[in-house]
């Protein structure tokens, strides 16, 4: 699942707790990401796409 930065939220500030769901979610993803990224390139320099995800991910 692709996140849009700057996207629509699917909470609002009516709903805190909704609001700390989506930002631990998106938290979760770039995690994964990064988590990704490692086991792929251990031991080597990273591709363009790789590098392009990590500073996405940042």
Do not use: N, W, Y
């Not at 909704?18 to 993803?29: A, Q």
């Amino acid at each position: 699942m692709a996140i849009q930065i700057g996207a629509k939220p699917d909470s609002a500030f009516d709903d805190p707790i909704g609001m700390l769901k989506d930002c631990h979610r998106r938290i979760e993803s770039f995690l994964g990401i990064l988590c990704v990224v490692v086991d792929r390139a251990q031991g080597r320099s990273l591709t363009d796409e790789e590098r392009v995800a990590v500073q996405a991910a940042l």
